[in-house]
């Protein structure tokens, strides 16, 4: 496959599955947002990926020195990255949106901070796929395929649910500033246990949990947060200054 097919079939596929459910949830909200809006939220959460990808890498190194003094086990150790690399990737989408959409004009319903916060994870999502895309292409274009239809399925929509869990800390105070940071840091830690418990189904796909393969897991544990982000959706629709 040549260079300008390779960057094309990588940017398709990963590309492809964020935008389509970007749609979907865009259509949640009622009053739509300006799309030039969106598009810089969306690249905003693809220019975090660089910043999140450093900042797992100094915690990365963090964590192997605390190791090292205090002789702590590999599953120690990679419970701490879990719970790490969440946390970033959770704050690095949020900071997409806070610096961007959530502090514009456009913000003006509370629902809106649920659209804005999936539209940055939609943007992170992208770019993460493609990296993932690429590295699968060393190996096969059948690998490709499943990895693209995985994430398409789990890690997508993983992005989008913690993201909007997030966005609700914003939309429920909406009308209460002062209740923010109670909600907000509520929100992230849920939505980083949501996140590293994922991704340790993931990791360890092969070791039996309750009886199921990782993978299995890691899929209900999606779909419970999708379910979760329709509800919230709904919910934050019905707020009202009196609410």
């Known amino acids: 496959m040549t260079t300008p097919y390779l960057l094309m079939y990588i940017i398709l596929l990963g590309f492809m599955p964020p935008v389509l459910w970007l749609i979907f949830w865009l259509k949640e909200d009622s009053s739509p947002e300006p799309r030039k809006e969106i598009m810089i939220v969306f690249l905003a959460g693809m220019a975090v990926v660089a910043v999140a990808i450093l900042l797992e890498n100094f915690f990365n190194e963090g964590n192997k020195y605390f190791r090292d003094v205090y002789g702590y086990g590999t599953s120690y150790f990679q419970v701490m990255n879990l719970l790490g690399f969440a946390f970033i990737e959770e704050l ?11 502090r514009s004009k456009y913000f003006d319903e509370p629902v809106d901070a649920l659209i804005y916060m999936v539209t940055a994870a939609m943007g992170f999502a992208a770019l993460e796929n493609m990296l993932f895309i690429a590295d699968s292409l060393q190996h096969s274009v059948n690998q490709t395929v499943l990895v693209s239809a995985f994430r398409f399925i789990n890690a997508v929509l993983l992005h989008a649910g913690t993201a909007i869990a997030i966005g609700a800390g914003f939309a429920f105070t909406y009308f209460h500033p002062e209740k923010r940071l109670h909600e907000l840091v509520f929100a992230i830690l849920f939505s980083t246990l949501l996140h590293a418990a994922y991704n340790f189904f993931i990791i360890n796909n092969e070791s039996m949990t309750m009886g199921m393969p ?5 899929t209900l544990l999606v779909l419970a947060g999708a379910i979760a982000g329709l509800l919230l959706f709904e919910k934050a629709r019905r707020i009202m200054p009196w609410s």
Do not use: D, E, V, Y
């Open 92 to 102: 690095s989408k949020m900071a997409a949106a806070l610096f961007t959409a959530l």
């Open 214 to 218: 990782g993978q299995i897991l890691a």
